[in-house]
């Protein structure tokens, strides 16, 4: 075979691309394998210059034109590949070797070697490198690596922020050198670095210096048996330490709290007993040893109910309370319960199952001793019978009103003063009944409206005395003496108390008199509370029995001696006591809650009323009423205004609301929850909530799961159903009841959303015939709009010589306000159809890059001046995006056309990162920026930052609206950032991988 033949063999038989060149450069020919490679057909390209394969770092053509030029290439360049539809690149090494015949060169041979699988690889190595670095750098616990003779190979972050050495001062040094500093833990870590170093695992729990010298609590976590490997060779071991000072903190925090709640046991002002499953005594605190009388030694490991439950009245019920607890239930009652002496003691008794990881180990009884409670209850029940056999008894006509004048209580007196009986008279005007002769009826009116003026002002205290007439039913006229006082629950004016007293005979009068003032006298030395009377200048004229046994003084102890002296005796209350006097003198009335001196010095807690005394219309001096409360009446009161506050909310509440237990059993449910649901309160305590609300298969497991998760808070939309089967749309909202810190049940609220549903219904088939409006009129005004812009261009370019300038730059302004028009016509369309819900996502997998170029090239001609740069800053490995590429441009060309418009000098930078599975584009400029008060609204249809900005840089205020929607189209948002006069940034994030 001669030479020419061999190489024709070898050049077909070659694996590596070869192309024959001339000293020009040019293809004279190529084997199959660069047929291969580049794609192209031989016959088509032979004579044509190397270049023709061969392109930028950037992927455009090279402006090569002779054969020095791609001689002095670097080794790597890139080649055009014609197999693809469209130009692909790849990598390769070109290698360009003479071709001499006797030292004459005649032509050269080109080799190319594709190693685009070499650079993929060594980019996947660069990667994995930055990946594992990383994690090591960014590891929140301190990792070290030590070679052989424990020297540090490496310190992370972590470890320079727990031990304070940096990077640089750590490796090379020995790591005991460096965190076992301290002679009290040297000889521990020398044994630990050894046992690590000799192929032994480490899990400790001990201390380390830091380089400040100072101590901090590390759990050690070493493997040697998984050492560091180099080319199959150990070259060192990881070892980690993690700071656990916050650990042993919180142990000591529990280890003191611990102690405090065993000193709240003993310390705390109640019997508290806990027992065991079987009943039986587990602890017995002090007070429980003062109110039952067994020492701890006798109550430990006894059954309860036999210690305070011995009476056969009352174990039945005691068994009966330590099932329901022992069940997991709790208990709260008043009974009473047995003393080791036999006696009985009354007291309110809350038992509760004792949970310890969620298992019920026992349960605790906390009794309080209530006997001075019954006496008290005792007291009152006395004192209210007393005063309504007064009222009842009363010889003079006591009536009391509302404020708004009817009738809420007529005496026995009334009846036969005025003729009218109890029931005619309750619920009607006082005037109408009393009032009804004209001679009366003016000067009545008036008496009733000047107290109704002062409603709710206790502190400006009205007070009527007066003598006049009033009517009989009969429509006779009798002479009275009236006295109207007002009302005063809770500080608060709620009525007239109006006193009639017939005078039509004065010898009846006198004697009446009389005996009124026997009366009132018996009433002031029997009264059950304090009662002292004082002259003008506050000297003690009367001082009742009970202000004796209250105060501790006798009345001749007092009587002559000024009161403030008697009962204010510390300098703390004398003042205030002082001022309580000259109210009365100033306003004729004082209310408080204050405190006042015993004989003994000691304070008492008083409820004063102070009224002045009056004689012939003339203030003699004053009555001071003190009434002893006890705290603890006060926390009952207290008590019960908060529970008639919360019944009155929870029974007028419009949305239906019902609590449960535990179990999920009602516990209540208010009038609302009856309307909506259809069952009686009755018909449903006690039974299982979501058996009564979510009796139907299609919501019943739904309901039984909100029920298992409500720990904190639950909202939902759903559907519930109804006493006849029907089921209605409802929001909940549902969250636990905690007392005491303790959760006891759980509170469910119904909201009845079917007149919302109905009117969302509405709203939106209004917002569809408005989308739909908007389409076919952008579509009907789009025809005869580019009609008009053809037939203007037509015309421009026929006429462009005939026509006179004036009437060309008219064509081109009507060309110019067509383009707009058309514009908004289109952006007009585009939010229609985003509100009508037509506009779908036709996603595709591309390459960003090429589409931000396409971007900024179109954008390029919008940009005003020489004195703006548009730049892009494209972050490496930005992977390939599947997603709406004509929407993603969209929102590219809005931020970049607004952008151009609203910047003057200065940059416009498009950036694009990615985030794990986010891509993240922005728009940044240097622009006029915009205010803090206007970002809310730039998303926002037909918004702008003012109407000045309409008017100088024109725009519709749609283009970021479509972009904001088209963004959330496709998973993502888009958000904006701006500095007035600096500049703003737009920021696009969208999902690397649509998900429809």
């Known amino acids: 075979m001669d030479q020419q033949a061999y190489y024709q063999v070898l050049m077909e038989n070659s694996p590596c691309a070869v192309i024959n060149l001339d000293l020009e450069g040019k293809i004279l020919a190529y084997n199959p394998a660069a047929e291969r490679l580049f794609g192209d057909d031989p016959k088509k390209i032979v004579g044509r210059s190397i270049s023709h394969f061969m392109v930028k770092e950037d992927k455009t053509a090279t402006d090569f034109v002779d054969l020095s030029q791609i001689l002095s290439l670097k080794e790597k360049i890139f080649i055009t590949s014609k197999v693809a539809p469209e130009e692909s690149f790849i990598d390769v090494k070109l290698q360009i070797i003479p071709v001499a015949v006797e030292d004459r060169e005649i032509g050269y041979i080109g080799i190319c070697h594709d190693i685009s699988e070499v650079i993929r690889v060594n980019e996947e190595l660069l990667n994995q490198k930055e990946y594992f670095e990383a994690i090591f750098n960014n590891n929140p616990v301190a990792v070290v690596t030590a070679a052989p003779d424990g020297n540090v190979m490496s310190w992370n972050p972590a470890a320079e922020t727990l031990f304070g050495y940096t990077l640089e001062e750590a490796v090379g040094r020995h790591v005991d050198d460096l965190v076992a500093q301290d002679d009290s833990i040297r000889a521990e870590a020398t044994a630990y670095t050894d046992q690590v170093l000799n192929m032994g695992r480490l899990h400790a729990t001990t201390k380390r210096t830091r380089k400040d010298g100072s101590l901090v609590d590390v759990e050690i976590l070493a493997f040697a048996d998984h050492p560091v490997i180099v080319g199959g060779e150990k070259v060192g071991t990881i070892i980690i330490y993690h700071d656990i000072s916050e650990r042993k903190r919180i142990e000591e925090e529990l280890r003191r709290q611990k102690e405090y709640y065993e000193s709240l046991f003993s310390n705390i002002p109640a019997a508290v007993v806990t027992e065991d499953m079987d009943g039986r005594v587990v602890s017995w605190n002090p007070e429980a040893e003062k109110l039952f009388g067994y020492t701890e030694e006798e109550a430990v490991g006894s059954l309860l109910d036999d210690l305070v439950a011995k009476d056969d009245t009352i174990l039945e019920e005691a068994w009966s309370f330590s099932k329901q607890t022992l069940q997991g239930e709790r208990v709260e009652t008043t009974t009473q319960r047995t003393r080791k002496d036999g006696s009985f003691v009354d007291v309110e008794l809350m038992a509760l199952p004792v949970i310890v990881a969620g298992e019920e180990v026992g349960l605790i009884a906390i009794y309080v001793d209530i006997t001075e409670f019954k006496n008290i209850e005792q007291e009152l029940r006395q004192q209210k019978e007393y005063y309504e056999a007064l009222f009842v008894n ?52 008036e008496y009733t409206d000047s107290f109704l003026e002062e409603r709710g002002e206790p502190g400006k205290s009205w007070r009527l005395e007066t003598t006049t007439k009033r009517t009989r039913k009969d429509g006779s006229l009798v002479d009275v003496d009236l006295l109207g006082l007002p009302v005063i629950v809770e500080g608060k004016i709620v009525g007239v108390i109006a006193i009639y007293h017939d005078i039509s005979e004065r010898m009846e009068f006198e004697e009446e008199l009389q005996r009124q003032k026997d009366y009132f006298e018996a009433l002031f030395v029997n009264s059950p509370v304090a009662v002292v009377t004082a002259d003008m200048e506050t000297n003690i004229v009367s001082w009742n029995p009970s202000a004796e046994k209250l105060f501790g003084y006798t009345q001749d102890e007092v009587v002559g001696r000024n009161l403030v002296s008697v009962v204010a005796k510390d300098d703390s209350l004398r003042a205030e006591a002082a001022g309580h006097t000259d109210q009365i003198f100033n306003l004729g009335h004082v209310e408080a809650t204050t405190k006042r001196n015993r004989k003994d010095g000691s304070l008492v807690d008083v409820e004063l009323l102070s009224l002045p005394v009056m004689v012939a219309g003339e203030m003699v001096g004053y009555i001071a009423i003190y009434h002893d409360i006890s705290e603890r009446v006060k926390f009952e009161e207290e008590l019960q205004r908060q529970r008639d506050y919360f019944e009155a909310l929870f029974v007028n ?15 209540s449910w208010n009038p609302s929850a009856e309307t909506l649901f259809g069952y009686t309160q009755d018909e449903v305590i006690g039974r299982n909530l979501d058996s009564i609300v979510a009796d139907h298969d299609s919501i019943r497991e739904e309901a039984i799961g909100y029920s298992e998760q409500v720990e904190d808070l639950i909202k939902a939309s759903t559907k519930r159903t109804r006493k006849d089967g029907s089921l209605v749309d409802v929001d909940i909202l549902a969250l636990p009841v905690i007392v005491s810190g303790e959760r006891v049940g759980f509170i469910a609220i119904y909201h009845d959303i079917r007149p919302l549903q109905e009117a969302r219904r509405v709203a939106e088939d209004a917002n569809q015939a408005k989308s739909d409006f908007l389409a076919r009129m952008s579509h009907e005004l789009r025809t005869p709009l580019n009609a008009i812009i053809g037939f203007t261009r037509i015309v421009k370019r026929k006429g462009s010589e005939i026509l006179p300038k004036k009437q060309l730059d008219n064509l081109d302004k009507v060309l110019v306000s067509a383009d707009h028009l058309l514009n908004l016509i289109d952006d007009v369309l585009d939010l229609s159809k985003i509100e009508a819900g037509r506009i779908e996502v036709e996603a595709s997998t591309f390459e960003l890059e090429p589409l931000v170029d396409l971007c900024m090239t179109t954008t390029q001609p919008l940009i005003r001046g020489e004195k703006i740069v548009l730049a892009k800053k494209i972050e490496k490995g930005v992977p390939a995006i599947y997603s709406d590429q004509g929407k993603l441009k969209q929102i590219i060309l809005n931020l970049l056309g607004n952008a151009a418009k609203f910047t003057h000098e200065g940059q416009i930078t498009v950036g694009v990162s ?9 728009v940044t400029d240097t622009g006029i920026g915009i205010p803090e008060g206007a970002l809310d609204r730039i998303f926002e249809d037909f918004q702008q930052v003012d109407t000045s900005t309409t008017r100088e840089y024109g725009g519709t205020g749609l283009g970021l609206s479509i972009s904001h929607r088209l963004a959330q189209l496709l998973g993502g948002d888009l958000v904006a950032s701006s500095r007035e006069g600096e500049g703003s940034t737009f920021t696009l994030k969208i999902p690397l991988q649509y998900q429809a």
Request: charged share 20%; aromatic share 4%.
């Open 394 to 445: 009363s010889p003079v006509a006591v009536t009391t009103h509302d404020m708004e004048g009817k009738i809420v209580s007529w005496n026995q007196a009334a009846e036969r003063l005025f003729g009218y009986t109890h029931t005619e008279a309750i619920g009607r005007n006082i005037d109408d009944l009393v009032a009804n002769d004209e001679s009366v009826r003016a000067e009545a009116v």
């Open 653 to 667: 509440s419009p949305v239906a609301v019902v609590t449960t237990d535990m179990d999920i059993n009602i516990v």
């Open 914 to 922: 990615h985030d794990v599975d986010t891509l993240i584009l922005s």
